[in-house]
């Protein structure tokens, strides 16, 4: 019998080419707070799971975040928009997806999202994660996926960060409009990950 194991997809995971330029551009712009790739791969599934869709991201940075959402978009009415305060990196993530009309980088203050809403799915990466978590919440469509990255695995109920209960993480997962959890991406990060009830 023919053995027709692939160790090639064992050994590697493959990065989606625009993941790879983002990631270029961020070195160049020594900008260090792209998302990892457990958590695109995240995206990425989030995105799959919702064709024609529209999926939103809040702080650009150079990309990555962006085009690994970008990687799981499917269906021709799929729109994928997300926003970035600094103009010199919006700009140049914009580069990345210049030949797809499907994707729209908005350069200003993450509020410029609620004209887009609601949303399938949301990465809120930069801007409403903090300052206005309700808000963040009011833009979801009723299924939509919202996703927060970045936070410190906490045994234990109430989650904790520092010593002192983590009131933000606390908000999103018992929210009465979302069915939330968190799940860890490395053995040190977690995301939470929610969708909103009908
Ligand atoms: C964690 S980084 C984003 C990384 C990116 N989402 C990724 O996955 O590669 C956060 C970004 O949000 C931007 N940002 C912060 N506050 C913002 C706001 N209020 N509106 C728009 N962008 C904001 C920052 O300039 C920064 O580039």
Avoid: N
Wanted: net charge negative.
């Amino acid at each position: 019998m023919t053995d027709t194991t692939d160790t090639t997809a064992l050994t590697e995971r493959t990065v989606p080419p625009r993941v790879v330029a983002a990631e270029r551009i961020a070195s160049e712009a020594g900008f260090k707070k792209s998302c990892i790739p457990e958590v695109g791969r995240l995206l990425k599934l989030a995105a799959a799971a919702k064709p024609d869709g529209v999926i939103a991201e809040s702080g650009t940075g150079s990309g990555v975040g962006t085009a690994w959402l970008h990687s799981g978009l499917a269906g021709a009415g799929a729109r994928l928009v997300t926003v970035e305060r600094d103009e010199v990196l919006a700009r140049r993530a914009a580069g990345v997806f210049a030949d797809d009309e499907r994707v729209s980088v908005l350069t200003g203050d993450w509020r410029l999202l609620e004209r887009h809403a609601p949303f399938d799915v949301f990465f809120c990466d930069g801007g409403g994660k903090r300052d206005d978590p309700q808000g963040v919440i009011d833009l979801l469509a009723p299924g939509g996926i919202l996703i927060l990255d970045d936070f410190t695995p906490s045994p234990g109920w109430p989650p904790h960060f520092e010593g002192t209960v983590d009131e933000l993480r606390l908000f999103y997962l018992t929210h009465p409009a979302l069915e939330a959890t968190e799940i860890l991406t490395t053995p040190t990060s977690s995301a939470v990950v929610a969708a909103r009830r009908l």
